[in-house]
């Protein structure tokens, strides 16, 4: 199957999403559909997939690899399913009570005698999950899952339809890297099979381990079109994305003081999620990363910690006092720690609310004069951080459910950026963030740290572990298994992390608690 589209063109008010962006799928193909945050990927997705009715231009579709020659205009996303186009979108489609079998099936529900074939169901869910080689419980229901084992779950969903057309929106964010390559192959099979597989991503190692053509989109309009990715090298791909020349800031190891009291401290930490003697400190000034694979209990910790799930053992420390943290609020009024969640549809941004009002909820006590916060000091406070951290907006009024998923991210660092905490817990800080924003996250996170901060960094992209973290904390089996010094050489401590990761003992890590 071939879709061609040209000149595609998509308005909202105020804003020109697409404007003429042209793409042709292939047979048999990874197409890397590539651009900065608000360039117009999104959007172009919801087009293909019947979200959204473009504007303008034309959509083609055919079967083999011949110039299509059929004309389609999808009402609704079940027409783009029935002409075999699916879906992952970045945010999660899920139906929170059903099981994961249950969402699986769940468009394309087999049936039998008229009533729903339970036995069916069950079938196309492990068909699926087979083929990411994935193991999960079929009854549970998926919102007891971490949000990286929805996203797979999200994927084995759209292989249940059989789409001739993949498109995947992020589909590694939330992953570790060994997930990842499980995700990989799934795709490299159904290229294999003569599937045309398009790949939405910011982490351009992916694009280049795996990809065969790319699609460039800056403003909307396609920079490249359709053009073979052995030809590009990563600094013409991202040069394309940001429309100038980029370069990445290599980040250095840097001293940190430790003879200091901990801003931050587990001692023999236990939780009801089944944590047992974690002991972890940071310190002012440092970035502390906490690495694992996903289930290994990281960010169940680190709810733990904020009162999200209970601690029921050992003792939390902040500046050397114990104190128990009873919510996120409690944590920032009583003692300046900010959250920076994985999960921002849900927990991290206000989706109904303005950017405004999102981005001051933290220091509305601080902007209020008799009890009333002035529209004008939060459109100020957002004006700073808009700057600082490059969020693209239509304007301060604008709802956060209808930013990019990178910007809705930005959104979520400034709101804990304008509440000046001392500790700052960030979990999967650039998840669908753009190359050149990723890199001013990272000059951020680091400034932040130089400017005193306790940084506690959770996240499953090692290349960015290694970029940051002083030290390097890794969570096996919801245990500590180990502590590595970063050297910031990442072939070394890519092996020391992983072996870690697993369980192993490395050779320079502490023992583990």
Not at 31 to 58: C, F, M, Q, R
Not at 118 to 143: F, N
Not at 313 to 326: F, K, P, Q
Request: net charge negative.
């Amino acid at each position: 199957m071939r879709v061609v589209c040209t000149q595609l063109v998509k308005l909202f008010p105020g804003v020109r999403a697409l404007d003429g962006v042209d793409l042709d799928l292939r047979p048999g193909t990874v197409h890397a559909l590539l651009g900065e945050n608000g360039a117009g990927k999104s959007t172009l997705i919801k087009v293909l997939t019947g979200v959204h009715k473009a504007d303008g231009g034309t959509v083609l579709v055919g079967e083999g690899d011949d110039e299509p020659d059929r004309p389609v205009v999808f009402s609704g996303p079940s027409d783009a399913q029935t002409a075999g186009i699916g879906v992952v979108h970045q945010e999660r489609n899920l139906v929170p009570a059903f099981s994961v079998a249950e969402n699986i099936a769940l468009q394309a529900l087999p049936s039998r005698a008229g009533l729903v074939d339970r036995a069916g169901v069950r079938e196309i869910a492990r068909r699926c999950l087979a083929m990411l080689d994935l193991d999960l419980d079929l009854d549970r229901p998926v919102a007891e899952l971490s949000v990286a084992h929805m996203q797979l779950v999200e994927i084995a969903k759209a292989l249940a339809t059989d789409s001739q057309v993949l498109l995947l929106d992020e589909p590694t964010a939330s992953l570790t890297a060994e997930e990842a390559d499980r995700l990989y192959d799934v795709v490299r099979r159904l290229r294999e099979q003569g599937h045309v597989v398009v790949l939405v991503t910011h982490k351009l190692e992916e694009v280049f381990a795996i990809a065969d053509v790319v699609t460039v989109l800056r403003d909307g309009r396609s920079v490249a079109g359709s053009v073979p990715l052995s030809s590009l090298t990563r600094s013409d791909v991202v040069d394309l994305m940001v429309g100038r020349a980029h370069t990445e800031r290599e980040l250095q190891a840097r001293e940190v003081d430790r003879s200091t009291t901990p801003a931050l401290e587990l001692r023999g930490v236990s939780t009801s999620v089944g944590h047992r003697d974690v002991d972890l400190a940071v310190h002012r000034g440092e970035i502390v990363g906490l690495y694992g694979l996903v289930g290994a209990g990281r960010s169940e910790l680190v709810r733990a910690l904020l009162g999200l799930d209970s601690v029921t053992g050992g003792s939390v420390l902040v500046d050397g006092r114990s104190v128990t943290i009873r919510s996120v609020g409690d944590a920032l009024r009583r003692h300046r720690i900010g959250y920076v969640t994985e999960n921002r549809k849900e927990e991290g941004v206000f989706l109904t609310q303005t950017v405004t009002r999102n981005v001051a909820v933290t220091v509305w006590d601080r902007l209020a004069r008799l009890g009333l916060v002035a529209e004008r000091r939060e459109r100020d406070l957002l004006a700073t951080y808009q700057e600082r951290l490059g969020i693209r907006l239509s304007g301060p009024t604008q709802l956060a459910g209808q930013l990019s998923g990178g910007n809705q991210q930005k959104i979520s660092l400034a709101k804990w950026l304008a509440a000046d905490c001392s500790v700052l817990v960030i979990d999967e800080p650039t998840v669908g963030i753009d190359v050149r924003t990723k890199a001013a996250f990272h000059e951020l996170i680091v400034q932040l740290s130089e400017q005193g901060l306790a940084i506690l960094l959770i996240s499953s992209d090692l290349p960015e572990m290694v970029a940051l973290a002083d030290r390097v904390a890794v969570m096996h089996e919801r245990r500590l298994t180990g502590e590595v010094e970063n050297s910031h050489d990442y072939a070394a401590m890519s092996g020391r992390i992983i072996r870690l990761v697993h369980g192993e003992q490395a050779a320079d890590a502490p023992p583990a608690a």
